[in-house]
């Protein structure tokens, strides 16, 4: 079975500041890794995925996360925070070559202080 | 392209009544998968449905029923409405004849059982 840790269900930081949020997972199987963000009152909308390569993947807004296989870690983070990600993060795997249920961790939250 | 959608976008029910939710998936995609998130939760994997089977089952009582339909669109029932059943109901389609099956979002269905 997977499982998927966040380790931070909350996380306040100064708009222009970097912030890093800490996903760790759990399986006896290869996995596909991913962050979605949720903005206030929306559906999931999926931030950037790891498939397979280089494990170091960046999104279309500054958002960039590393896939370290000997922690099973996938930490995502940004060198510059804005007002506007002010969201739930959740991160997120599904088995390798599977195509079935995604396992999401519980989420946290990003408040952006002004 | 249209994207994934879901109606109603909030319900109120009272307990042990029924509820019928429904999703229509993104053009081209072949499989849609459900998934509950309660409040200050990451989304729980409910069911998927491939080609109008049902495709894999998470830990949900038999009480959550599914359909999917031939244009692949489809509806999650609950019966018997529990006060825990209060959550956002979240589908995702996506199209398993590909190599990689990206589930894209659509927005929800909040459900409140009083």
């Known amino acids: 079975a997977q499982s998927v840790t966040q380790l931070d269900s909350q996380v306040p930081v100064f708009e222009e500041a970097p912030v890093e949020l800490r996903c760790n997972y759990s399986?006896?199987?290869?996995?596909?890794l991913f962050w979605y963000v949720q903005y206030p009152n929306q559906g999931l909308q999926l931030l950037l995925k790891y498939l397979s390569g280089s494990t170091l993947v960046e999104s279309i807004n500054g958002f960039e996360a590393e896939f370290n296989k000997s922690q099973t870690s996938f930490h995502l983070r940004k060198p510059s925070v804005h007002i506007s990600d002010t969201a739930e993060y959740f991160c997120a795997v599904t088995r390798m070559n599977r195509d079935d249920k995604i396992i999401f961790g519980k989420g946290t939250r990003l408040h952006i202080l002004p | 392209e249209t994207g994934v959608t879901q109606s109603p976008t909030h319900l109120i029910k009272t307990r042990g009544q029924q509820v019928t939710l429904r999703c229509s998936s993104q053009?081209?995609?072949?499989?849609v998968s459900w998934y509950q998130q309660a409040l200050g939760q990451g989304p729980q994997f409910i069911f998927q449905y491939y080609r109008e089977e049902e495709n894999g089952r998470g830990n949900f009582p038999p009480r959550f029923s599914g359909l999917q339909f031939p244009n692949y669109s489809s509806e999650l029932n609950v019966n018997a409405l529990e006060l825990d059943d209060s959550a956002l109901y979240l589908c995702?389609?996506?199209?398993?004849?590909?190599?990689?099956?990206?589930?894209?979002f659509g927005p929800g269905t909040r459900l409140t059982v009083l």
């Open positions: 053009s081209g995609h072949n499989t």
């Open positions: 995702a389609s996506s199209n398993r004849d590909h190599s990689y099956n990206e589930q894209f």
């Open positions: 399986s006896s199987v290869s996995v596909y």
